[in-house]
């Protein structure tokens, strides 16, 4: 019996000492996470402001070059016959691209907001006593939910509005004129509402792009780690690259006029590489680590994400393939999922660098 107390007091003593050791190790981890936010990332071989800079400005144009192509390949093909967004070979194109912008809001920028606003530079609470990412990205998903419906509701009840232009022929000569008129009427009032919703797409996809873009050249700008510039470049260069394509093929189906279209292709394509310049130019006083910066790009991270996540699955590839032409034609529509699957894992592979 008392072999048995002694035993109980042994096993009670070696279970607080654990729970004390272990909690002083986590409470050091915590103060050194804290010390480092304060004093800033320490001096290695990979920080180098000289070497940095070079591949900064390097970055800045492979990443603009990359940009222009990607999204103005579908624009400048669709002059091709073969390439035109009705043509089995565009379809089978956005759909690796859509798997790209799918991965990017999973792979890239929510992960990279759970680091963020889960960072131990951060207080602990509320920041790690609350999911916000995910909070932060399901509230983005359902406004641009908002914003596409919203859109669309304004733009059939303008053109519901908008007075008739064609005038009914009192003649029976002309009867057979007005019928075909009539019709031509119809096929264009059932094409309008799919023209417009490829409109919105097109810009809320932008805008979700642009926020992203903006983030990652921000961070890679004040960077001095010229060892995660380097894989930040090819890597980039790849992402804006298939993401401007699936950008693109947006913008070529919503038929924009050549100045709106213009528009669109040069703020995708500027928006890395000044942000990179930014990033540069505020390495002096901007600190990646500092609270206010963690909780801005954490935030807008999370937005992007929700946005870029909805966009993909709802707008890009639950359209398409839930769409005509796909639900069709089944051996198209098994290429297009393996163009999805491609796109996706290529990405994914790609948040191993970036």
């Not at 290695?44 to 591949?55: A, D, M, P, R, T």
């Not at 602990?124 to 669309?152: C, E, G, H, Q």
């Not at 022929?169 to 264009?188: F, Q």
């Amino acid at each position: 019996m008392a072999a048995s107390h002694q035993m109980y007091k042994l096993v009670t003593i070696l279970i607080l000492f654990l729970s004390f050791t272990l909690t002083s190790l986590a409470e050091n981890a915590e103060l050194a996470s804290v010390s480092q936010c304060r004093s800033g990332p320490q001096a290695s071989f990979c920080h180098n402001s000289k070497e940095s800079k070079k591949l900064k400005i390097i970055a800045i144009a492979s990443i603009f070059v990359a940009s222009v192509i990607g999204v103005s390949l579908p624009l400048v093909t669709r002059k091709v016959k073969a390439l035109g967004p009705d043509r089995d070979f565009f379809v089978v194109v956005k759909a690796l691209a859509s798997g790209v912008i799918l991965a990017t809001g999973y792979m890239h920028v929510l992960p990279d907001s759970f680091a963020d606003l889960n960072s131990f530079c951060l207080p602990r609470n509320p920041w790690r006593k609350f999911p916000f990412t995910t909070f932060i990205a399901m509230i983005s998903a359902l406004l641009t939910l908002m914003v596409d419906s919203y859109a669309m509701s304004w733009q059939k009840k303008k053109r519901m509005l908008k007075p008739q232009e064609h005038v009914v022929a009192e003649t029976l000569e002309n009867g057979s004129k007005e019928l075909e008129e009539e019709d031509g009427i119809r096929v264009a009032d059932d094409a309008k509402p799919q023209l417009i919703r490829y409109q919105v797409v097109a810009q809320v996809l932008e805008l979700g792009i642009v926020v992203h873009s903006v983030v990652i050249g921000l961070a890679l700008g004040a960077s001095d780690n010229k060892c995660t510039i380097k894989s930040l470049i090819a890597a980039l260069c790849f992402h804006q690259l298939f993401e401007g394509m699936g950008l693109g093929g947006c913008i070529l189906q919503a038929q924009y006029g050549g100045k709106m279209s213009s528009t669109m292709v040069f703020f995708f394509s500027v928006t890395t590489p000044l942000g990179i310049a930014l990033g540069m130019l505020l390495q002096t006083v901007y600190s990646p680590t500092s609270p206010t910066a963690l909780i801005v790009v954490g935030v807008l991270n999370a937005c992007s994400a929700g946005l870029l996540n909805y966009m993909a699955l709802v707008d890009l590839l639950g359209a398409d393939f839930l769409g005509p032409k796909l639900q069709g034609n089944m051996k198209l529509q098994s290429f297009a999922y393996v163009a999805v699957f491609l796109g996706a894992g290529g990405m994914s592979v790609m948040a191993k660098w970036a």
